[in-house]
């Protein structure tokens, strides 16, 4: 069983509507939790960082949640863009090792107009 | 260039054709690593090196092979690969191997083995 799991796996979204995107993680202990946004055809780029201390970080209109009693985080787009069309990947870096990270498989978000 | 660059983009090789695939970081960090990306499965961590070293390896195949010849280039040697090695292949790099370093990654290579 993964270490992250996401949901929805995808998701349609009408322009300008907002969308919260959802993390469970079993990681622990965990160093930190981000998540990724990820183009077609491009490699992972980094929208937040939450440590283990910290509830919320928002990056413009981004703001992702972390609960780590509950091991739950959740990513939400405020006001959706064509260009939010992407895979939102939610990944743990384990808190031993090498920088070793869990990384969920995703949730697919396409912003029509 | 800036951040991590990797060539080709794009490859489609036989099953019995040699390749390598190349990563380059412009950003002055010391480890690098090798990720795999299928289809509807999360990123698979493959090689980590840290100063030119190898410190992890994760029940890579053979077929496989890693280089680091220094702390800016990262290769893949690939050899007698299989279709189901088809994937999106991701290079990363941090300022050390620590725990809580960002990785940054390049665009990736999108390989189809026929």
């Known amino acids: 069983k993964n270490q992250v799991e996401q949901s929805p796996q995808s998701l349609i979204i009408l322009e300008g509507k907002n969308c919260t995107l959802q993390?469970?993680?079993?990681?622990?202990?965990?160093?930190?939790l981000r998540w990724y946004k990820q183009d077609t055809g491009r490699g992972p780029v980094s929208l937040t960082i939450?440590?283990?201390?910290?509830n919320t970080k928002s990056n413009g209109r981004y703001t992702a949640t972390l609960d780590a009693d509950t091991k739950q985080s959740s990513l939400h787009i405020t006001a959706s863009q064509l260009s939010d069309s992407a895979s939102y990947i939610c990944v743990v870096t384990e808190y031993y090792g090498n920088n070793r990270l869990a990384f969920g498989k995703g949730n697919q978000v396409v912003v029509i107009p | 260039e800036t951040g991590v660059t990797q060539t080709p983009r794009h490859l489609v090789m036989g099953m019995t054709n040699k390749k390598s695939l190349k990563c380059e970081q412009h950003?002055?960090?010391?480890?690098m690593y090798w990720y795999k990306q299928s289809a509807k499965k999360p990123l698979e961590l493959m090689f980590v090196y840290s100063l030119e070293e190898r410190v992890e390896n994760n029940s890579v195949p053979s077929r496989f092979s890693p280089e680091c010849p220094n702390s800016s280039h990262l290769f893949l040697h690939l050899h007698t690969l299989q279709p189901e090695d088809s994937a999106l292949y991701l290079c990363?790099?941090?300022?050390?191997?620590?725990?809580?370093?960002?990785?940054?990654f390049g665009p990736g290579t999108r390989l189809t083995v026929t």
């Open positions: 939450m440590t283990f201390s910290e």
């Open positions: 993390c469970n993680y079993t990681v622990s202990p965990f160093s930190n």
């Open positions: 950003l002055g960090h010391n480890a």
């Open positions: 990363a790099s941090s300022q050390t191997g620590s725990t809580g370093d960002e990785q940054y």
